[in-house]
């Protein structure tokens, strides 16, 4: 199974239950931001412990573009969206193993960026 194109269903889904606005570009851009997360914790991590990442800013708003672009071909371009929709809501049993890894990870993600952002404030 694969596991990025799963936590984009997981959002689609759940974005879908709010309302039917826009969900794939809602999806695409609630992924993007998870593993924006993950890439600022990592970075900020590189920066308290070891150097200074010099233009810090500048670096993640770059991440940001390219992964942004990046998800937009995986997800929205040609209307990749739709065949990930499809293949997910046939199989019970995959989505059950995807919610646990698509949970377990997002907990790992908000824990992670909570440990380096006061680890961060704190000096």
Request: charged share 15%; with cysteine.
């Amino acid at each position: 199974m694969n596991y990025y194109k799963y936590l984009y269903y997981w959002f689609y889904k759940k974005l879908s239950n709010l309302g039917d606005w826009n969900l794939e570009g809602c999806a695409h851009f609630a992924v993007t931001m998870i593993i924006m997360a993950n890439v600022f914790s990592f970075l900020l991590l590189v920066e308290i412990l070891w150097f200074k990442i010099i233009l810090f800013k500048y670096v993640i708003s770059s991440l940001f573009l390219i992964l942004f672009i990046l998800n937009l071909f995986i997800f929205i371009y040609k209307k990749k969206y739709i065949t990930i929709i499809k293949q997910f809501n046939k199989h019970k049993t995959k989505r059950f193993k995807g919610n646990v890894v698509v949970i377990i990870y997002l907990l790992i993600t908000f824990l992670s960026f909570l440990i380096v952002f006061s680890i961060g404030a704190k000096r």
